[in-house]
Each structure stands twice: as C-alpha cells, then as structure tokens.
C-alpha cells in the first residue's frame, strides 16, 4: 500500500524517510515537530549495520546436541540456516515442551518497547501466537512503573487514568506559580512516546511556563534533570530519601497550620492514623524538619521554606517514575499523594500532583484518549503471570505479590520477541545463570544484541521502515500511517510472518492469521480504532491519502481530578472509599512488614534484598538522551556520546579526585554482584557520593567463557539489585544499587558488542 507523503512513526518522533538506491539515507524530521528528536539519525546508519541480523541461525551447540548443551548460550558460535529449517526446529521444540511439561513451562511474557507500529507490535503478535497453541506464561506489570501500577489503583487511580488525565500544560502556563518537581523534569525523557511521539510538547512547553513566570523547584540528586529550564532550583537530596523529605515538608504543614482540613476531611480517608505516624504520637518519632533534613542529606530551613512556599503559591509537583523504581518505591508515591492531598491543591487549575510530567512524550498534552490500533491477542487459558522483577531462578518457590501468595512456575522454554533482557533486568550476572536453565530459547529481533547472542534460534525480524503499519501512543496529536520505506534487509521477516510459519507447523495459522493478509488487517485494526475513539476521525481510505490523522484537542485546558475534586461524592474515585486513601484498609490486611497500611519511611538499608550492600557511592541509571533503552545504541547518536567506546557516567569533582579519577578516564564500577566500564563525566551538578550513568549500553562480557565477566561497555544492570520494591508490588529497584568506582588501569578491552557472533559452517 502507498501512503500520503510516506511519513515513519518512531516511539521518539515522526520522520520522513529518504531513500536512494535502495538504501536509507536521511530521516527528515515531520515539519510540524518543532523539538524532533536527534535519535533518528542513528536509525540511517544503524539499520543495516553489522549488528544487523540477516538471516535465521541456530547456535552451534543446540543444533548438535540440543537442550542438553544450554552452558554453551552466550559462548558458542552460530550456524545459519534457511528458514524452513530454523521454523521448523523452533515449531518442534514449542510442541515438545507444551506436550510434555504443558504451556506454563513457556514463558512468553517477553517484556519490551519493540517499535512504534501497532500491527507489528512484537509482543502483541507473540502473544496473539502463544494463546494459539495452549497459552504461556505472561509477565505482570512493568519495569517503568512496577510499584506504582500496583499501589496507585488502590489509592487515588489506575496510572493510565493518571496518565491521560495530567492537567494539560496550558492549564500550567496560565495559573501555576510553583513547580516543585521530584527527580526533575528532563526533556530527554519526553523526546519519546510509546507507540509514537508525533509531536513533540515538552521543552516547547517549558519554555512557555518559564517565561510565564513559573518557578522551578528540582528536588533531587542530579541538577542536569532540569537543564532544559534555565534559572531553576536545585535541592540535592540524597537518592531513595524522597519519602522522608515529603514527611518533613509534610511536618512543616502540620505544625504551620497549613495543611488543608477542608480538602482533607471532604476528599481523603486514613489522614487521622498517618497523622499521629507523622506528628510521632503513634512511634515517638516526630518525622519534623530536622528529621527529615537528616535523612536527606539537606539543610532542615530548607524543608521549612520549601513547605511554606508550596502551601503558599499554586503549586504543582510531579513526580518522576525512577523514584518508584527503588527498594520501598511504593513510599515516596504514596507519600507524594498524601503531600498534594495535605496542600489541597488536587484538581485546581495549575496545581496539585503530577505522576508523570516529561517521562513521556504525551503527559499533560491534554488531548483525549484515542488508544491506537490494537491487535486482538486472544484468551490466554494459562493464568500464571510473574512479576517482571523475578525471573527463572526459583521453579516452584513461593512469593508474595499484591495480597497473593503465588508460586513460581517452571518455566522450560523461553520464546521473546521485541524486548532485550540483557538490558532491562537487574543483576545480569545473575540473569545469566539463570538464563542458562530453560531447555530451549528463541529470540525473534533486528539486531544481534547480547539477547539474541545469548538465544539458541535467533529468528531475524524486520525493522518499521521494511513494512506497512500504523503508529500512535495514546495521548498523542496524530495517528502516523507508517509506509513502508525499505526491503526487508538480508531475509528479515516480519514478525506476523515468522509466527504466522511457526502457526502453519502448528496447525494452527487460521486461528493466527485469522484468515486476514496483512493490509486487511491495518484496515481492520484502523477501522476499530476509529469506531472505538471518542473523538471523529476520517476513514480509513482517507487517512491512508493524508499519511496522517488528527487527533483534534478538545479538552485544552484539562484539569487532573477536578470533577472529583468538585464532588467527591458524585464523581467518586475507583478506589473501595471513593476517596484518596492516604490509609488503606486493604493494604493494611495484607499485613506486610515493608509495605503497611499509611505512607512511611523506611530505611532502605533494613530492606532484605541489599543486604551485604556496602559499596560507598550510590549508582543511579537514568533514561538515556541519545536512544531508547538500548535501541539504536550501535546508531551513530548513541555512538556518538561515548567515551573511549565506553557509555558516559556522571561522578562528583570530589569523588573523583578522592580516587584520582580525571575528565574522560575509563574508570571500572563495582560491587559484590559484578563490574563495568564506563567513561568518567566530572560534574558539580550531582550530589557528592551519587553516580549517575544511562541505562541501554549492550552488554559486552570481556570473557563471555567465565561467569561473572567485566563488561567493557558500561551495563549499568552489572550492579543493580534484583530485588522487588515490597511484597506489594514486588516492581523493579535498580535506583537503589550501592557501588564503589576506581580509575581503570589494565589494558582497555574491545568493545565487540556491535559485531555478530561468530558464524561456522554446519557441524
Ligand atoms: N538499571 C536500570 N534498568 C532498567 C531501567 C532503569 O531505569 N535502570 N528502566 C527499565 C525500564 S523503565 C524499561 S521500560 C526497560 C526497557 O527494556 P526493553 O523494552 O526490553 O528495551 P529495548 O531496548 O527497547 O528493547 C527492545 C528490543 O526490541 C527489538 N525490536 C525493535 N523492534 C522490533 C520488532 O519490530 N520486532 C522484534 N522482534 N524486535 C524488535 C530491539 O532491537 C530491542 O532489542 O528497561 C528497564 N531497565
Ligand atoms: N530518551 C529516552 N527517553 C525515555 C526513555 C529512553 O529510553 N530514552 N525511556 C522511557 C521509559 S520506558 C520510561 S519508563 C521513562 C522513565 O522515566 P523516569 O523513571 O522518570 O526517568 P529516569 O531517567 O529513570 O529518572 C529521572 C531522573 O530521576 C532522578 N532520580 C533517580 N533516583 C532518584 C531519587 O531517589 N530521588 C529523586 N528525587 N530523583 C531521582 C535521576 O537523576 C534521573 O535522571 O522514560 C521514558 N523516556
Ligand atoms: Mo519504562
């Protein structure tokens, strides 16, 4: 199909694409978008590097001997095949496995972004192909938003409510006067959208709330979170001690007489019991300013003022996910609801809470929810799904999750598509090992990450550029006709494709296919879309003509929980009181030690997943400028930034000269759980005793023959904890990794994440 003027959807923008002789040769930013994204030129050259996978290839010891050689995953070499040998390979070991240890033995929850395109959406067509065949093992939840997916519907709202009903930045512009922002506001996050991010809105509308006057409060540890406002503040709390700032800021209300009784007594319940845990009538400790001062490593007047200011202005406050993706992440969002509820300012115009200003692209856009084009993904009749934090360790083991006991299933065969685990998960020496227990693992991807190294039948996808199909995140300006640019490189497939000949093997490709190609299904897909949203849209003949449609704005100035705010009675919260619970009935009952019934501090050395922790410097892995996640991290953007080859980490000028570290030296980080190399960044714009280094550097074991191996690259997940935030949610803690640095000496090791594996011929 040919589409308008050929525009591609990225989750990090809209692009032209140029193409001469076959090849990519420009991405040109869409001529609306006045903040494009720089990540599409790694796209150009990237696409058809070496990293590329080109045709289907099995490792050299599972073709030979099977499951029985799974030590050899991440060491061997490679034999490529042609498709219908890798297909069929991969069809029987999915049919021996569901037959002989039943479909809870595959685990198909193969967390991951994969590409803009809806259609082509890797996990979606995975999923829609295991529900096939008898079901799999699915994830629950997300590394993004691990503790707040869980504990926000039981206090105020589901995160996607939160999330589409941001108040909208014009609302800020007009009637903010203080923005008080936890973890910043970095306008790198808000370069990507997932699903698409069509326009960018963030540091345009950043500007425009600064030159309206809005002051900007950064409470965290790194100042460069809030580059993109000049002027702003900077409170240099110590990371994963947001909690026991809130609590004093909280105090100070209290004792000021300036917490919000009209607000809280209409609007919340459980504020009494927090209260006396607050004020120290229930423990004896009073969590007052200089408690909390203390704890944060900052200065108790500056709690004080900070407090007075809030209560004193319009204020809002945003919070930033990293904060929840920390051991007891579930506090410092509880506490952050409990703090706005005590400022009354929840659902006034250019005040209250925020969850998620420029995290994304979208958030406070103020556009309606259109949810994009959604392939149906069946019924799943396994009903095992696991925390993504917990992985393949512990066949059978019990755990705790959201008031549940669960058991860990045994998980046999390990099918992923469109996500890369050797980036995402924690503690990737652990990961390894426990990678090596599945009988068989098969990765569909475009590139040889250390993912697809480390598989037994590497099945090599398209890129969005090489088919048709449609982007849009929910939330965004436009739905994106995505048409395609490129043939396929090397043999790529499409995903639908190669489950679609893993279905046929199956006997079950109609049930797959459903009988449609692929250009009635974008047409169907379209169609449902278009009759499901709530705003009008053009047809599809129509939107296929333009390349574009237009999600119109029709709530401008959307205010976050104003209705509820207005009558609490009748437009009550979907939480059991209708109203905000700062105390939880429910979670109390779950009587959990590390997570009870009210927001409260915990000291995250008491927590039982960093114990024997004692590196001296707290390492923080933020979201990366120059990709998205490890996307594109052989794209030349990525490249581009790195430090002798090695990904950049901030360290303090006198961290560094402790240790005789020096601008641009490759320095090794360490703990007991594993090292890495990374390129020293010397900045006074970081609290001292915090690093801070991006997540997305492929993995680049020095030795891949000995476990434990020196990455050479700088894999941030070397070193963080795999460790849920509570028995709550049981979320993601990567923010809460304790390491030690020095200045690096030996020889500098290659960096060979970017090549293939090694090829031999068939044994
Ligand atoms: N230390 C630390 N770790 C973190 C975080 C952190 O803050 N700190 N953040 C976490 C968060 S929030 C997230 S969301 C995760 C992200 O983790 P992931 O979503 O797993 O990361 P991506 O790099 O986006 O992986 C996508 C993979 O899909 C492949 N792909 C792209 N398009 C296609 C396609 O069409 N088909 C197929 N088959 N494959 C495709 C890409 O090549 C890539 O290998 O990381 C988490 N990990
Ligand atoms: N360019 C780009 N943008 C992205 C992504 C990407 O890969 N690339 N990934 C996207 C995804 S999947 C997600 S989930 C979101 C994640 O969005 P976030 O989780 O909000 O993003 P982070 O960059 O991890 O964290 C933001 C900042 O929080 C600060 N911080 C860390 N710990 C603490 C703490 O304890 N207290 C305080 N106050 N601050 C702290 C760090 O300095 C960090 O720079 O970003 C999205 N945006
Ligand atoms: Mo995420």
Redesign the pocket.
Known sequence: MSGGDGFTATHWGVYRPRVADGRLTALDPAPWDAAPSAIGRSVVDGIDAPARIRRPAVREGFLRHGPASRDGRGREPFVELSWDEALDLAARELDRVRREHGNAAIFGGS?????AGRF?H?QSQLHRFLNCIGGYTAHSD???LGAGRVLMPRILASMDDLMLSQTAWSSLEKHCELFVAFGGLPARNAQVGSGGASDHLVKPALGRLAAAGVRFVNVGPVRHDLDDVAGAEWIAIRPGTDTAFMLGLAHTLVTDGLADGDFLARCTVGYGEFRRYLTGEADGVAKDAGWAAAIAGVAAETIVTLARRMAGNRTMMNLA??LQ?AVHGEQPFWMGVTLAAMLGQIGTPGGGLGVGYSVMNTMGSGRRRVTGPRLPQGRNPVDTAIPVADMLLNPGASYRYNGQTRRYPDIRLVHW?????F????DINRLVRAWRRPETVIV????W?A?AKFADIVLP????LERDDIGGATGDRFLVWMARALDPVGEARD?HAILAGLARRLGVEDAFTGGLTTEEWLERLYEECRFNAPVPLPDFRSFLAAGLAEIPLVEPEKILLQAFRADPDGSPLPTPSGRIEIGSAIIAGFGLPDCPGHPVWRDPADHPGLAGDDGPLHLL???PATR????YDHGAVSRESKIAGREPIRIHPGDAAARGIGDGDVVRVFNRRGAFLAGAVLTDGIRPGVLQIA??AWYDPVDPATDGSLDAHGN??MV?PDTGTSALAQG?S??SALVEVERFTAPLPPIRAFQPPRFVGRP
Do not use: E, I, M
């Open positions: 967390y991951g972004w994969a590409s082509h890797a997300t590394y993004s996910w990293s993706r598509a469109g996500g890369n685990a980036h995402h998960h924690q569909q991807d475009p590139f990450t993912q996808a398209t890129t969005a995903d892995s933020c979201q998205l996640h490890s996307q997540t997305g941030p997940n963080t993601c990567a923010q």
